[in-house]
T-cell receptor
């Protein structure tokens, strides 16, 4: 499978700060880029997703920035809260014929200090 | 409504034993996926079922791994002759065909002694 590189591996932010997680991909056929949030003992849950026809998508405090030419996308968490402490995974996938098998980054462990 | 459920939540087994992990997807979801998550690692795709189509088994790491999906609903992942490197959290997810969002279960933590 094509690799999706995610950084940083871990991130510590103060409450109210901005958390930024970056991902880079190689396969230009990818056309769907979701971010998942995973709390300990739980399965990942979709947080926000973007397609390459837009450069930015915002949902509340969460924003995805997408740079198609650089094959990079990032997650920004504004006004980070202790409740945002979790592991975040980026993913990328393509949908030939309706099939959808994403490739995941290795995850970023985010800790937001009160 | 009910989400994706998995059982057991934890499984401890001895090396060489067979194990079966169960996934109950969200009702009506036609697609079902199995992933493996090792400590500190991302999600490794194992197998994908879509409706009545032949499953995509391209992610299965060896022929000790197999999966079935009966009646387009419940799925069982079987690992034969377990090895210590099989220790991981096994996650199941389901989705509608035309919707990209995957809904994950809580996972089964497998420990092979």
């Amino acid at each position: 499978q094509q690799q999706v590189k995610q950084s940083p591996q871990s991130l510590i932010v103060q409450k109210g700060g901005i958390s930024i997680i970056n991902c880079a991909y190689e396969n230009t056929a990818f056309d769907y880029f979701p971010w998942y949030q995973q709390f300990p003992g739980k399965g990942p849950a979709l947080l926000i997703a973007i397609r390459p026809d837009v450069s930015e998508k915002k949902e509340g405090r969460f924003t995805i920035s997408f740079n198609k030419s650089a094959k990079q996308f990032s997650l920004h968490i504004m006004d980070s809260q202790p409740g945002d402490s979790a592991t975040y995974f980026c993913a990328a996938s393509k949908r030939p014929g309706g099939s959808y098998i994403p490739t995941f980054g290795r995850g970023t462990s985010l800790i937001v200090h009160p | 409504g009910a989400g994706v459920s998995q059982s057991p939540s934890n499984k401890v087994t001895e090396k060489g034993k067979d194990v079966e992990l169960r996934c109950d997807p969200i009702s009506g979801h036609t697609a079902l996926y199995w992933y493996r998550q090792s400590l500190g690692q991302g999600l490794e795709f194992l197998i994908y079922f879509q409706g009545n189509s032949a499953p995509d088994k391209s992610g299965l790491p060896s022929d000790r791994f197999s999966a079935e999906r009966t009646g387009g609903s419940v799925s069982t992942l079987t690992i034969q002759r377990t090895q210590q490197e099989d220790s991981a959290v096994y996650l199941c997810a389901s989705s509608f065909l035309v919707v990209d969002t995957q809904y994950f279960g809580p996972g089964t933590r497998l420990t092979v002694l």
